[in-house]
């Protein structure tokens, strides 16, 4: 089955810090370029980092030099480590499959919440 | 950054009634623009590529078109799945539009 699966969501305080990991399975995970995007509750899509095929990564300004994706494709997975957490970082974090520009697969997504 | 506005904020519809949605982007994004679905507690679904392109295993009732800056998603009949959540996406840069909620009238 063709799917992903994200995991290490939680509780952190202010300032601490997370690993998210997502699991990929049921297509050829390093074709792909990966992002993992977020959404706070009751809130829109908020796009968090990207990692192309090649390693090259992206952020936007909200979580540049904090926030750090990576991949390993022999284990067909995604990672986010996230640190210096704030509150506005409580979301939840899916990771997506980048097909054209488009994402076209989705995880159920993994919760965080930052609070003390 | 490229802005995608999203029109109207909620679309209260009965079933069978015709939904229109509007995405408006602060500059051209030529038709590099998606729509997603999204149902409490699930991810968002792929609905529309390239603007008016459906995505695999998605009903003919949906259809995207616009080109530019202007952009509509349209439900020709509205089933009662599909009141949910509505976000388009342009691709240059990702970024979302705040989505239009569909509920039920």
């Known amino acids: 089955e063709v799917q992903l699966v994200e995991s290490g969501g939680g509780l952190v305080q202010p300032g601490g810090s997370l690993r998210l990991s997502c699991a990929a399975s049921?297509?050829?995970?390093?074709?792909?370029?990966m992002h993992w995007v977020r959404q706070a509750t009751g809130k829109g899509l908020e796009w968090v980092s990207a990692i192309g095929t090649a390693g090259d990564t992206y952020y936007p300004g909200s979580v540049k030099g904090r926030f750090t994706i990576s991949r390993e494709n022999a284990k067909n997975s995604l990672y986010l480590q996230m640190n210096s957490l704030r509150a506005g970082d409580t979301a939840v974090y899916y990771c997506?499959?980048?097909?054209?520009?488009?994402?076209?697969?989705w995880g159920r997504g993994t919760l965080v919440t930052v609070s003390s | 950054e490229i802005v995608l506005t999203q029109s109207p904020a909620t679309l209260s519809l009965s079933p069978g009634e015709r939904a229109t949605l509007s995405c408006r982007a602060s500059?051209?994004?030529?038709?590099?623009l998606a729509w997603y679905q999204q149902k409490p507690g699930q991810a968002p679904r792929l609905l529309i590529y390239d603007a008016s392109n459906r995505a695999t295993g998605i009903p003919a009732r949906f259809s995207g078109s616009g080109s530019g800056t202007d952009f509509t998603l349209t439900i020709s009949s509205l089933e009662p799945e599909d009141f949910a959540v509505y976000y388009c996406?342009?691709?240059?840069?990702?970024?979302f539009g705040p989505g239009t909620k569909v509920d039920i009238k």
């Open positions: 997506a499959r980048l097909e054209q520009g488009y994402f076209d697969l």
């Open positions: 500059q051209s994004v030529s038709s590099y």
């Open positions: 049921g297509f050829t995970f390093s074709s792909y370029d």
């Open positions: 996406q342009q691709r240059t840069r990702v970024t």
